[in-house]
């Protein structure tokens, strides 16, 4: 089996133990809170480092350091 079929093999099994609807949005509220309080945390920290930090927000340089697709601070 090639890792594209253990993947799909995985996910299909994933979602019949927890159901379509275990990472949405609109239908699971436990998913909005997650969400929610993620971004609560990256606001915090950057206010934070804000108030400790004497160099300008504008010229700071953030690492995505996993994915690399930086859709966390894409709110920044």
């Not at 160099?55 to 994915?67: F, H, P, R």
Request: glycine fraction near 6%; hydrophobic fraction near 40%.
């Amino acid at each position: 089996m090639d890792n594209l079929s253990k993947t799909e093999q995985w996910y299909k099994e994933y979602y019949q133990k927890k159901g379509k609807f275990r990472n949405s949005l609109l239908y699971n509220p436990e998913v909005v809170f997650q969400t929610l309080a993620h971004d609560l945390c990256i606001i915090n920290a950057v206010n934070y480092l804000t108030k400790i930090s004497k160099v300008d927000l504008a010229s700071w340089k953030i690492l995505d350091v996993g994915c690399g697709g930086g859709v966390v601070y894409l709110t920044l």
